[in-house]
Nanobody, 121 residues
Framework: VQLQASGGGLVQTGGSLRLSCAAS????????MGWFRQAPGQERLFVAA????????YYTDSVKGRFTISRDKADNTLYLQMDSLKPEDTAVYYC???????????????WGQGTLVTVSS
């Protein structure tokens, strides 16, 4: 399974970006797809996740109300709409797939290559 993340870039504080993650193989209803981010010198942290089958979503507190995770089952693509961006959102963003919901990166077995999001103040 290959995951291809895209959509990162440079944006000003308060701006928006939409990340995409295309999967090379079918994503099944039992799978959970997630977004993580890693700032320089820091560990990779959970941002959001979605149950592929039901569409149930989960967010870390710092992005609730600003980020929206979604999926297009027909295109096998995961999205992360990021609004009201802040400088502290600056990081490399990774998409990943797991067999069950968890916020721990170790639970995800397939990862995209990462896309850099930079929010200027």
């Amino acid at each position: 399974v290959q995951l291809q993340a895209s959509g990162g870039g440079l944006v000003q504080t308060g701006g928006s970006l939409r990340l995409s993650c295309a999967a090379s193989a079918r994503t099944y209803s039992s799978h959970v797809m997630g977004w993580f981010r890693q700032a320089p010198g820091q560990e990779r942290l959970f941002v959001a996740a979605i149950r592929w089958g039901t569409g149930a979503t989960y967010y870390t507190d710092s992005v609730k109300g600003r980020f929206t995770i979604s999926r297009d089952k027909a295109d096998n693509t995961l999205y992360l709409q990021m609004d009201s961006l802040k400088p502290e959102d600056t990081a490399v963003y990774y998409c990943a797939r797991a067999n069950r919901y968890d916020t721990a990166a170790s639970n995800y077995d397939y990862w995209g290559q990462g896309t850099l999001v930079t929010v200027s103040s």
